[in-house]
């Protein structure tokens, strides 16, 4: 049974946010980047880099707390067409697309991933450990291959490859990546919490933190046409598998066995890629980061920017 939406009086105050629903506004550009950039003064920088429509308050806050307390900032934000960022204009109208229907690109991953340098370049980070999940992993692979002596240790989390053969979104998971707007606050929550139990991790889905977060997203903006120009993004890139060859960084891979919406199979094909890449195959987790499941993830995280540290000193 799909789960319904409820009128809760102050759904928000039902789970800690990631960061407050407005950061600061950092230029990019003829555009802006909402980021928050919080943890401990002058230690070194954790780039958290957002999946598709993704919003920088929807990283477990537990993570958060976990690379504090182990002596790290920590730096998310809104990619282009998201939440609080910059948002092209013209809607869902204004989007050209091939005679099949598939959204025409006008900016590339690498262009995201360019966006987070000139970030990293105003708040005068030299280097960062960089942390990507889903599209996140994508764009930073693209930042690691563009950049790489901006990136301490590269951790790509239940992403892929770009080679279609692997990777590919479960049948029943597909119509996630393709859903109509929603009308109203009650359908947007709604459809995420549909979402959630497609594509979350089975027996882990906490639906008052989905029901939080999506709340907290219709406040900060919810903007479908960005979400179909980041979709058309990574459609066009294209196979990395070659020059993933060329990522030296102290890499991590972590992907779920129970991931629908980015098959596990994408993840061992980028382990196969990046030489000297760690794997971690994480029984039972989808395309989400559940606290309970996470608590096995950071420990491995933390490893990598160890090794990123060492490799840096």
Do not use: C, F, K
């Amino acid at each position: 049974m799909t789960p319904t939406a409820t009128s809760d009086p102050d759904p928000i105050d039902l789970v800690r946010l990631a960061g407050p629903l407005t950061g600061e506004r950092i230029p990019v550009g003829e555009r802006y980047l909402d980021i928050d950039l919080t943890g401990p003064d002058d230690a070194e920088v954790v780039l958290l880099v957002a999946g598709l429509g993704m919003h920088r308050t929807a990283w477990p806050p537990e993570l958060l707390t976990e690379l504090h307390a182990a002596g790290y900032r920590t730096l998310a934000a809104d990619n282009r067409n998201t939440g609080r960022s910059s948002v092209l204009p013209g809607g869902l109208a204004g989007i050209q697309r091939t005679p099949d229907g598939i959204p025409v690109a006008v900016y590339a991953l690498q262009d995201l991933a360019a966006d987070l340098v000139q970030v990293l370049d105003h708040l005068e980070v030299g280097r960062a450990h960089v942390v990507g999940v889903s599209m996140g992993g994508m764009i930073a692979q693209r930042l690691a291959l563009g950049w790489p002596q901006r990136v301490a240790s590269l951790h790509l989390l239940m992403t892929t490859t770009g080679d279609w053969s692997v990777g590919l979104p479960h049948p029943e998971a597909r119509w996630v990546l393709t859903r109509d707007p929603a009308p109203d606050l009650d359908a947007y929550v709604a459809a995420e919490l549909a979402a959630a139990e497609v594509i979350g991790s089975p027996g882990h889905v906490d639906t008052g933190r989905v029901r939080a977060l999506a709340h907290a997203q219709w406040e900060r903006g919810v903007h479908p046409e960005g979400t179909a120009r980041q979709l058309a993004a990574i459609l066009a890139d294209g196979d990395r598998t070659a020059a993933l060859a060329e990522i030296t960084s102290p890499t991590l891979i972590v992907h779920g066995t129970a991931d629908r919406l980015i098959d596990i199979s994408g993840g061992r094909a980028l382990s196969a890629a990046i030489p000297g890449a760690r794997y971690l195959e994480v029984p039972g987790l989808g395309h989400d980061l559940p606290a309970d499941l996470l608590a096995g993830i950071v420990p491995e995280l933390l490893a990598t920017m160890a090794a990123g540290r060492q490799r840096a000193g």
